[in-house]
């Protein structure tokens, strides 16, 4: 039996099925999912909630989630780096943190002094003034620094208000041809439902390991509800950080593509781009990494072709 069919025997959907034999793998494999305990459907509003009445027909940019159910995958970095990919190529774009690590705000370096959206949403103030300028000209509004207790009574809120997000970006007066594109926390969790409430594209993040393998299940059943909507969001899968040196990554990859049904797409590694991101220096503007920018490229033109279903 070859490496990659051993690896289906012991991933695919014949096997291990239940939520704590999933764990019990993620445990073994070094990456355990978030879970709040929110419900796998798309959350409906609660008649009780007092919030604004959205204008549906009002038209909207096009919003890109980047997903994964795992951590250390590089949402951020596939984020930030696409933000300044696509304003490169002519587009206007936000990036917007939904993740309480606040990982944009560290990668990007950015005024302390500026709030984030955890509290601006507490404090009822418009996200217009958490906007910073990020790379390349685009946009960013970070998540900012919140402590434990506010992260949960924000959690806590936010189940309640399904709408919550889309009245946030109805508040930044987006216009049609911007794209607002979205690090969420990996796992299973309030932050991800908003999301994909909202979500015309999902960028599905992983790595060529086993760990990344083992959440495809659980993925199934977070996205299961959002693609039988009739506007469906389109979803890709990324594989990132690929070491093509590495014949187990490799085989991985055609784990991946076994298990899909279709070819993942790939960002290769590259340290240079790594040590731009450590220094808060955007690494486009790095010489001598062209396969990455060329994956980042690639990757950009993706999100730019779904504008056209928005």
Same mark, same amino acid.
């Not at 010489?287 to 056209?308: M, P, T």
């Given at each position: 039996?070859s490496?990659?069919?051993?690896?289906?025997?012991l991933l695919?959907k014949?096997v291990?099925?239940?939520?704590e034999?999933?764990?019990?793998?993620l445990?073994?494999?070094?990456?355990?999912?978030?879970?709040?305990?929110?419900?796998?459907?798309p959350?409906?509003?609660?008649?009780?909630?007092?919030?604004?009445?959205?204008d549906?027909?009002?038209?909207?940019?096009c919003?890109?989630?980047?997903v994964?159910?795992?951590?250390?995958?590089? /949402?951020?970095?596939?984020?930030? !780096?696409?933000?300044s %990919?696509?304003? =490169?190529q @002519? $587009?206007?774009?936000?990036?917007?943190?939904l993740?309480?690590?606040?990982?944009?705000?560290?990668?990007?370096?950015?005024d302390s002094s500026?709030?984030?959206?955890g509290?601006?949403?507490?404090q009822?103030t418009q996200?217009?003034?958490c906007r910073?300028a990020g790379?390349?000209?685009?946009q960013?509004i970070?998540?900012?620094?919140?402590d434990?207790?506010?992260?949960e009574?924000?959690?806590g809120?936010?189940? /309640?208000?399904?709408?919550?997000? !889309?009245?946030?970006? %109805?508040?930044? =007066?987006? @216009? $049609?041809?911007?794209?607002?594109i979205?690090?969420?926390?990996?796992?299973?969790?309030v932050?991800?439902?908003q999301?994909?409430?909202?979500?015309?594209?999902v960028l599905?993040?992983?790595?060529?390991d086993?760990?990344s393998?083992?959440?495809l299940?659980q993925?199934?059943?977070?996205?299961?509800?959002?693609?039988?909507?009739?506007?469906?969001p389109?979803?890709?899968?990324?594989?990132?950080?690929?070491?093509?040196?590495?014949a187990?990554?490799l085989?991985?990859?055609? %784990?991946f593509?076994?298990?899909?049904?279709?070819?993942?797409l790939?960002?290769?590694?590259?340290?240079?781009?790594?040590?731009a991101?450590?220094c808060?220096?955007?690494p486009?503007?790095?010489?001598?990494?062209?396969?990455?920018?060329?994956?980042?490229?690639?990757?950009?033109?993706?999100?730019k072709?779904?504008e056209?279903?928005?």
């Amino acid at each position: 039996m070859s490496f990659t069919d051993a690896l289906l025997v012991l991933l695919g959907k014949d096997v291990i099925r239940d939520a704590e034999g999933l764990n019990a793998r993620l445990h073994f494999f070094g990456g355990i999912p978030v879970d709040d305990g929110t419900q796998f459907s798309p959350q409906t509003p609660n008649s009780d909630a007092e919030s604004q009445p959205l204008d549906k027909a009002a038209r909207r940019p096009c919003v890109v989630a980047l997903v994964s159910v795992n951590g250390g995958v590089g /949402r951020s970095s596939l984020v930030m !780096a696409l933000s300044s %990919a696509m304003q =490169r190529q @002519g $587009e206007s774009v936000l990036a917007l943190d939904l993740d309480p690590q606040n990982a944009l705000f560290h990668h990007l370096g950015l005024d302390s002094s500026v709030p984030g959206i955890g509290r601006a949403s507490l404090q009822n103030t418009q996200w217009a003034h958490c906007r910073q300028a990020g790379f390349a000209g685009a946009q960013v509004i970070p998540f900012g620094d919140t402590d434990t207790q506010q992260q949960e009574t924000l959690q806590g809120w936010l189940k /309640r208000e399904p709408d919550w997000l !889309a009245q946030q970006l %109805a508040g930044l =007066r987006l @216009g $049609e041809h911007q794209t607002v594109i979205i690090d969420t926390p990996a796992g299973n969790n309030v932050y991800f439902h908003q999301a994909l409430n909202l979500a015309d594209g999902v960028l599905v993040i992983a790595r060529a390991d086993a760990a990344s393998l083992a959440t495809l299940d659980q993925l199934d059943g977070l996205l299961a509800p959002y693609l039988e909507r009739e506007t469906a969001p389109a979803v890709h899968f990324v594989i990132n950080h690929l070491d093509e040196g590495n014949a187990i990554q490799l085989d991985m990859v055609e %784990a991946f593509k076994q298990r899909l049904g279709t070819v993942p797409l790939e960002v290769h590694g590259d340290t240079a781009f790594s040590e731009a991101q450590a220094c808060s220096a955007d690494p486009l503007d790095v010489r001598g990494i062209s396969l990455v920018v060329d994956d980042i490229n690639d990757l950009s033109r993706v999100v730019k072709a779904l504008e056209k279903r928005c």
